[in-house]
């Protein structure tokens, strides 16, 4: 049973439009969640994250919204670049655990 | 500052061979781990350490072996390859405590078994 769940697995948007990743997890202890970003040949990279107290974080062009009623987070690129194009993992954690339980994964095409 | 160290970067193995995938880190970190990816399936955490002489299971442990003498390494190990251990493996680590929760990952070790 996958706690953690991308239900897309690809996104293709044109450069300068809005990405929206989407990511919905069923575990009601998770406080704590992130988004790491994997090119080809490279292990993940951390994105950024939101804790369970806020709804909603941002770092320059990346979003990241907390929906704790709907158990759904999403991450919004604004605007998308083609250097974005990568596979998101949406991850959780839940507080005093050390499994940081992740996603299936998300492609994200952007296209020039 | 290297960060996460894995090696090898690639391996072919034959069903039943033993290997040892290594993991270094550089930062003085406590927690380590180690994920597979597979297609459609995401990262799986399958051990981890929060400190020397510490290990403990992750979601899929079963035909892997850890151990975790020094702060620096965390081994994987593999006694009886399986053809299901086709994987690309990541060795993870981050700090340990309160709010420590962003984990540094290597840049993966592509194992094939035959």
Known sequence: DQQVKQNSPSLSVQEGRISILNCDYTNSMFDYFLWYKKYPAEGPTFLISISSIKDKNEDGRFTVFLNKSAKHLSLHIVPSQPGDSAVYFCAALQGGSEKLVFGKGMKLTVNP | ?114
């Open chain 2, 1 to 114: 500052n290297a960060g996460v160290t894995q090696t090898p970067k690639f391996q072919v193995l034959k069903t039943g061979q033993s290997m040892t995938l290594q993991c270094a880190q550089d930062m003085n970190h406590e927690y380590m781990s180690w994920y597979r990816q597979d297609p459609g399936m995401g990262l799986r955490l399958i051990h981890y350490s929060v400190g020397a002489g510490i290990t403990d299971q992750g979601e899929v442990p079963n035909g892997y072996n850890v151990s975790r003498s020094t702060t620096e390494d965390f081994p994987l190990r593999l006694l009886s390859a399986a053809p299901s251990q086709t994987s690309v493996y990541f060795c993870a680590s981050r700090e340990q405590g309160a709010g420590a929760n962003v984990l540094t990952f290597g840049a993966g070790s592509r194992l094939t078994v035959l």
